[in-house]
C-alpha cells in the first residue's frame, strides 16, 4: 500500500518498515503528520516519543529520587511515616512488624520424641545379644509431667512430642521393631541419636525469631505463637488518597454518552492497593480542571502518606496533573523512558508522597506495581526493595529500541518436554488489558538492551514476588 506513511497502533513491535506511532500518543502522531505535510519542518519536532530532545529520565533515576524522598521524610524516625498499634496475633497477617519478636524460651522448650515407638541407650543396646532389651513397664507420653529416668539395660515406650526419657539417647520407630519373649528386637542397623529433638534446636532463649520491618506470613504467627506471643506490635497501613482524572470518564452504573468511558483504572488500582495491604481512600474522578485537581491534591495531603492519581500527567492542554503538582509542591520526576507509562510523574505535597500514573489501564497497572509496590513498601516500613526476578527463556522474538525500559506482560508456556517459556497473548499492546490478565508476570528488559532473540534468558518478575497473585 504505497499511500500508507505510517501506522498508528496500540500494538507493540509490528513486523512492518513503516514508522510506527502509539495511537495513545497524540502529540507524536499530530508531531509526525505536521512534519509529513510539511507544515513544521522535521528539526523543529520530533515524531520519536523517546528520542534524546524529549529528555525523558531513567526509571533507575527516579527509583533513586523515590528512596532520598522516603528518607527524607522519615529523618530521626529511622525506620517509616506511620505510628504503630499493638494487634492480637490473629489479627496480625500480612501487616508490617514494627518491633523485633524475640523468644522467650527454647524451643523446643525440652528434650522431646520425634516418632511413636521404643527409646533406649544405644551403648548398652550394643552389648546385647540379638539386639534385644526388655521394655519398661512405665511409657513417656506427651504432656506427662514426670521425668521419667531409663532403668539401664532395659527400653522404654515413647509417643511423639513426650519428653525424652533421662538416659536414653537413641529411638526407634515401632514399625521398625518387633517384640519377642525377651523383649523388643531392634535392627542391628538402627542409627545412634536418631528420632529425637534436642532443647533448643529451632530457637534459642534470646533470639529474634521475627524482624521489624517484615510482613507477617502465617509461618511467622505460628512461630509467635510458639514463643508465647500473644499479640505483636505493627505498623499502621499506609493510607492512599486514590483518585481518577477526566472528563471522559464515568462511574459505573451512569449512562454513557457517546464519547464516555468507565472508570477502569479507580477499580483496578483500589483492588490493587488492597492487596499490596494499603487502607485505600476511593476519592473519585477528578473533571479535567487545573484548579479542581490542585485543590483536591492539596486537601488529601493533610491526611495521607501516599496520593495516586490516574490520567492527566501527560503534555495535552487538558493534562493538569504535573502542573498542579508543580504549583502546590515538588515534582521529583516527570515523564521516562519506559514501556508502558512514559508520562509517569512523582513528588510531594507536605508530607504525603504523590504518584501521578498513566491512563492507559495496562501502563497504570504495569507502574503501580514497578513503581507504586516498592515505594508503599518503603513509606510502610519495610525497606526499599524492588521485586524479586528470576531467568527465565524466551519463548518469542523481541524486537526493541535501545534508551528505554520495557515491561512485558507474558505467561508461562508448558512445552511438550515439560520445559517452561514466557510467551505473551497474540494481543499485547498497550491498550489491552487481557494481556495483564492472561499474565504470570513482567518481563523487565533494560534501556541498554536492543533485540533479544528467541529463548534467551531474561529478567520473569511474577506477580507472587509483589505480594498478589499464584506463585
Known amino acids: 500500500m504505497p499511500n500508507v506513511v505510517a501506522v498508528a497502533t496500540n500494538q507493540d513491535h509490528l513486523n512492518i518498515d513503516l514508522p510506527q506511532l502509539d495511537i ?40 533513586q529520587r523515590m528512596q532520598q524522598a522516603v528518607a527524607t521524610q522519615i529523618g530521626d524516625q529511622q525506620s517509616t511515616l506511620l505510628g504503630t498499634q499493638i494487634l492480637a496475633l490473629g489479627k496480625c497477617i500480612n501487616r508490617r512488624l514494627a518491633q523485633n519478636v524475640t523468644s522467650k524460651y527454647d524451643s523446643p522448650r525440652f528434650d522431646n ?15 546385647t545379644k540379638h539386639f534385644t532389651l526388655p521394655l519398661m513397664s512405665k511409657e513417656a507420653n506427651a504432656g506427662g509431667s514426670a521425668k521419667i529416668s531409663l532403668t539401664r539395660g532395659h527400653c522404654i515406650k515413647v509417643l511423639t512430642g513426650a519428653r525424652m526419657p533421662v538416659g536414653c539417647d537413641t529411638v526407634v520407630m515401632q514399625e521398625d521393631v518387633s517384640i519377642s519373649q525377651d523383649g523388643v528386637v531392634f535392627p542391628t542397623d538402627c542409627k545412634a541419636g536418631s528420632n529425637w ?45 486514590l483518585f481518577s482524572t477526566g472528563n471522559e470518564v464515568y462511574e459505573l452504573g451512569q449512562e454513557l454518552p457517546e464519547d464516555g468511558i468507565y472508570d477502569v483504572n479507580r477499580h483496578l488500582l483500589k483492588a490493587l492497593l488492597e492487596s499490596l495491604h494499603c487502607e485505600v481512600s476511593d476519592l473519585g474522578i477528578l473533571a479535567d480542571d487545573f484548579d479542581v485537581v490542585k485543590h483536591a491534591i492539596s486537601a488529601a495531603s493533610q491526611d495521607h502518606q501516599l496520593i495516586i492519581t490516574s490520567g492527566g500527567a501527560s ?16 515534582v521529583h520526576g516527570w515523564r521516562l523512558a519506559i514501556k508502558p507509562g512514559r508520562p509517569l ?17 495496562v501502563a497504570s497497572n504495569v507502574c503501580t506495581l514497578m513503581f507504586g509496590q516498592p515505594l508503599i ?15 527465565q527463556p ?9 534508551g528505554r525500559r520495557e515491561w512485558l506482560r507474558v505467561y508461562q508456556q508448558v512445552q511438550d518436554n515439560g520445559t517452561i517459556v514466557l510467551a505473551r497473548s497474540a494481543s499485547h499492546g498497550s491498550g489491552i488489558l ?7 508476570g513482567l518481563v523487565e528488559i533494560d534501556e541498554a538492551t536492543g533485540n533479544i532473540p528467541k529463548g534467551t534468558l531474561v529478567n520473569f518478575i511474577p506477580f507472587a514476588s509483589f505480594g498478589i497473585g499464584d506463585a
Request: a neutral charge; one cysteine or more; aromatic letters at 8%.
Open 24 to 63: 495513545n500518543n497524540i502529540v507524536q502522531v499530530a508531531d509526525f503528520i505536521l512534519q509529513h505535510t510539511g507544515l513544521v519542518n522535521a528539526s523543529s519536532t520530533s515524531n520519536d516519543c523517546y528520542s534524546a530532545d524529549q529528555q525523558l529520565l531513567p526509571a533507575s533515576l527516579v527509583w
Open 113 to 127: 520424641v520425634a516418632v511413636d515407638g521404643y527409646a533406649f541407650n544405644h551403648d548398652q543396646l550394643s552389648r
Open 197 to 241: 529433638r534436642p532443647q533448643g534446636e529451632d530457637v534459642k532463649t534470646g533470639d529474634v525469631i521475627i524482624t521489624k520491618g517484615q510482613q507477617i506470613r502465617p509461618q511467622d504467627i505460628g512461630l509467635a505463637a510458639a514463643a508465647g506471643q500473644a499479640t505483636l506490635e505493627v505498623y499502621h497501613k499506609v493510607k492512599v488518597a
Open 315 to 330: 503534555t495535552g492542554s487538558h493534562d493538569h496533573v504535573a502542573l498542579a503538582l508543580a504549583d502546590i509542591g515538588q
Open 345 to 361: 510523574a512523582f513528588g510531594q505535597v507536605g508530607k504525603a508522597l504523590f504518584l501521578g500514573l498513566p491512563g492507559n489501564p
Open 377 to 391: 513498601r518503603a513509606i510502610g516500613g519495610g525497606g526499599w526493595h524492588r521485586p524479586k526476578a528470576y531467568a
Open 394 to 402: 524466551l519463548g518469542f522474538d523481541v524486537k526493541k529500541k535501545v
Open 434 to 440: 487481557t494481556s495483564m490478565t492472561f499474565a504470570d
